[in-house]
C-alpha cells in the first residue's frame, strides 16, 4: 500500500509503532498524526479520524456541504461516565492498570500502587466516554494537542487504560470551554448489533439502511467478504 500511495500529493506515512487491541496504540496514532498537522502548518478546517475499514457514504460535495452549514461545530459521541452503556459503567477501563500484548490482557487495581501511579484522571477532570471515531473542527483539534503538550500526565495516566481511545479524547473536551460547539453525533452509520464482530461488517443486505442513512461514513467493510457493497455505495453518490 505504502509503494502505491506515496507518490500521490498529500498522502503522508507517519512511523509505526506497534499497537494491541485495547491498548493505547490506537490513541498514540492520532495524537501523531494531530502533531504532523501542527508541525507541518497544514491548513485545514476538519480532521476526521478513519480507519482503513471505514468507507465515505457520501461525495465529498455533500461531505464540504454538511461542514459549511455546521460551521465551528466537532462531531464526537459522547456521554458521561459512569454509563449502563458499558460493563462496570467504564470505571474499570480506569481503575485498573491494563497490559496489553497480542496473547493477552492483564489487570491490576490502580490503588495497589497509591505511590507509583495517579489513581483517578488527573487535573480533576471528570470521564467522558463514547465512540472512538470522530470528526473535529481545527480549533478544537489545536486544543487537544495543545492540552495533551500543557498536561503530560493525562497522556501518562491512559497509557495504561482499556480501549482508551474511547475516553482520551472525549474527557478533554468535554471537559473544555468548547463543551458547547461538540454535537453529540460521530456522523457513521456502525452496527452494534452483532456481538461477535462488534461492530458488524457490512454486506449487501445492509444496502438499504446505509442508502437511507444521512452519516456521511460508515464502518466496518471487508472486502474479502463483500467488495460489492462497495460499488452500491459509490454508484448512489454517483447520481446524488
Not at 502505491?4 to 501523531?32: A, C, N
Not at 473544555?176 to 452509520?189: E, F, G, H, K, T
Amino acid at each position: 500500500m505504502k509503494r502505491d500511495l506515496q507518490t500521490l500529493p498529500g498522502v503522508y506515512f507517519l512511523p509505526r509503532h506497534r499497537s494491541y487491541h485495547g491498548g493505547f496504540g490506537h490513541v498514540r496514532s492520532t495524537i501523531k498524526g494531530l502533531r504532523f498537522l501542527e508541525k507541518q502548518g497544514i491548513d485545514y478546517d476538519y480532521v476526521f479520524l478513519l480507519t482503513g475499514q471505514d468507507y465515505p457514504l457520501k461525495s465529498p460535495a455533500e461531505i464540504s456541504t454538511f461542514l459549511e452549514n455546521n460551521p465551528g461545530k466537532s462531531f464526537l459521541d459522547h456521554f458521561s461516565l459512569p454509563s449502563p452503556v458499558w460493563t462496570d459503567g467504564g470505571m474499570d477501563r480506569l481503575s485498573y492498570l491494563w497490559f496489553h500484548s497480542p496473547r493477552r490482557i492483564r489487570k491490576v487495581p490502580r490503588d495497589r500502587f497509591p505511590l507509583l501511579c495517579q489513581r483517578e484522571i488527573p487535573y480533576g477532570l471528570a470521564p467522558w466516554g463514547g465512540s472512538g471515531y470522530w470528526t473535529l473542527y481545527r480549533e478544537h483539534a489545536d486544543y487537544v494537542v495543545q492540552f495533551i503538550r500543557s498536561h503530560p500526565k493525562y497522556e501518562r495516566f491512559f497509557r495504561r487504560g482499556h480501549v482508551p481511545d474511547e475516553i482520551f479524547f472525549q474527557t478533554i473536551l468535554l471537559n473544555s470551554p468548547y463543551q458547547v460547539d461538540l454535537v453529540n453525533d460521530d456522523i457513521r452509520y456502525i452496527d452494534w448489533s452483532d456481538p461477535r464482530e462488534a461492530p458488524k461488517v457490512l454486506v449487501k443486505d445492509d444496502w438499504e439502511n446505509l442508502e437511507k442513512s444521512k452519516d456521511l461514513f460508515a464502518r466496518k467493510f471487508d472486502v474479502g467478504r463483500d467488495q460489492d457493497i462497495l460499488s452500491l455505495i459509490d454508484e448512489a453518490k454517483r447520481q446524488a
